[in-house]
């Protein structure tokens, strides 16, 4: 599972680069663009993470996986304690990747896709309409 840890820094990235691109809103009163301080707040903080995660993950040549996958591997198991124990691990594994693309895209992706595309930016009054 150690491939969940590229794709969350990564998705991010992605995400910044979505606003930096999309970017409809000139500025608000103070001259201060907001999509464009999310965007680049966006590209840091997943810049940062993708470039030490992809430092780490190339060449991958660990022997098991990260000790905190291990741990949670082995806490299943015992949950579990039944004969399907590591065929059930595979599916949760599954899921916990599927969980993390869904907080990328809906409940990260979403609001920052309406700050980049908002074209009267934030803050501004709607002029009665």
């Known amino acids: ?7 969350w820094p ?3 990235v992605l995400l910044a ?3 930096l691109m999309h970017n409809n809103s000139n500025s608000n009163n103070s001259g201060i663009s907001i999509p464009l301080c ?16 992809y ?19 082995e806490k299943w198991i015992e949950k579990t304690e039944n004969d399907t124990a590591i065929w059930l691990w595979k599916i949760k594994q599954q899921q916990e990747t599927l969980l993390q693309a869904f907080a990328n895209a ?12 908002n074209p009267r930016g934030l803050g501004q009054e709607h002029n009665g309409r």
């Open 1 to 7: 599972m150690t491939y969940v840890d590229l794709g």
């Open 10 to 12: 990564t998705g991010l």
């Open 17 to 19: 680069c979505q606003v």
């Open 38 to 53: 999310l965007g680049i707040l966006l590209l840091f903080h997943g810049g940062r993470l993708a470039c030490g995660a």
């Open 55 to 73: 430092y780490v993950f190339f060449p991958y040549v660990f022997p098991k996986d990260l000790p905190r996958y291990e741990i949670a591997r």
């Open 106 to 117: 809906f409940t990260i992706g979403i609001p920052v896709c309406l700050v980049a595309t």
